[in-house]
């Protein structure tokens, strides 16, 4: 399997109260962060960032892919999307983030490709809520994603009915992240202030 990564890093951060993908995370920014995380699994061409329109980024490695959603304020589907879309040809499956993991560890990522089999989805599952945006897509559900989108259907669970779906207790995932931080969004300042403080970073930096 080719492996692929997406980052959706469109989203308002109306809670956070500025862009989450430029918030500094000690030498790097969240977003800087997470693609260099997503590196150590995904080679660097394989990353793709899907932004908004208009959406100032920071500087990123070099082959890492930029778009741009094409409707606003569609929620992660729409992100998933456009990342699918604009996945090199030979790339075969992509993890799916967003940038306000900071804590995410390699190994998780890893785990989720090794999920999938020959399901068309692996997805995190703690028994009630499904975490779309640590799971693993083929870039064939493009498709029904697409006539989802169409149909204003957002929520991601509508594709996991749609598509052969592998739920992945989230249980299982300690034994590569015991502490689940990967599945640790950052939404609200609290959030940003106990994920520096975990990673050992001062605020001053």
């Given at each position: 399997?080719?492996?692929?990564?997406?980052?959706?890093?469109?989203?308002?951060?109306?809670?956070?109260?500025?862009?989450?993908?430029?918030?500094?995370f000690?030498?790097?920014?969240m977003?800087?962060?997470?693609?260099?995380?997503?590196?150590?699994?995904?080679?660097?061409?394989?990353?793709?960032?899907?932004?908004?329109?208009?959406?100032?980024?920071?500087?990123?490695?070099?082959?890492?892919?930029?778009?741009?959603?094409?409707?606003?304020?569609?929620g992660?589907l729409?992100?998933?999307?456009?990342?699918?879309r604009?996945?090199?040809?030979?790339?075969?499956?992509?993890?799916?983030?967003?940038?306000?993991?900071?804590?995410?560890?390699?190994?998780f990522?890893?785990?989720?490709?090794?999920?999938?089999?020959e399901?068309?989805?692996?997805?995190?599952?703690?028994?009630t809520?499904?975490?779309?945006?640590?799971?693993?897509y083929?870039?064939?559900?493009?498709?029904?994603?697409?006539?989802?989108?169409?149909i204003?259907?957002?929520?991601?669970?509508?594709?996991?009915?749609?598509?052969?779906?592998?739920?992945?207790?989230?249980?299982?995932?300690r034994a590569?992240?015991?502490?689940?931080?990967?599945l640790?969004?950052?939404?609200?300042?609290?959030?940003?202030?106990?994920?520096?403080?975990?990673?050992?970073?001062?605020?001053?930096?």
């Open positions: 399997m080719i492996r692929g990564a997406i980052v959706l890093c469109g989203g308002q951060s109306t809670r956070m109260g500025r862009d989450k993908a430029t918030l500094p000690g030498p790097e920014s977003l800087q962060r997470v693609v260099r995380l997503l590196t150590e699994v995904v080679a660097v061409r394989h990353v793709v960032v899907v932004a908004a329109r208009g959406q100032a980024l920071p500087d990123l490695p070099v082959g890492v892919i930029i778009t741009r959603d094409e409707q606003e304020a569609r992660p729409e992100g998933i999307a456009a990342g699918l604009a996945l090199p040809i030979e790339v075969d499956a992509a993890y799916t983030t967003s940038c306000d993991v900071p804590l995410l560890v390699p190994a990522v890893e785990h989720m490709f090794a999920e999938l089999s399901s068309s989805i692996a997805v995190p599952f703690d028994g809520h499904h975490h779309p945006l640590a799971a693993v083929r870039r064939s559900v493009l498709s029904a994603v697409e006539e989802l989108l169409a204003n259907r957002l929520r991601p669970r509508f594709l996991f009915d749609e598509v052969a779906t592998c739920e992945v207790e989230v249980q299982r995932l590569v992240d015991p502490e689940l931080r990967t640790e969004n950052l939404n609200q300042p609290e959030d940003y202030l106990a994920a520096l403080k975990i990673a050992g970073i001062p605020l001053s930096e």
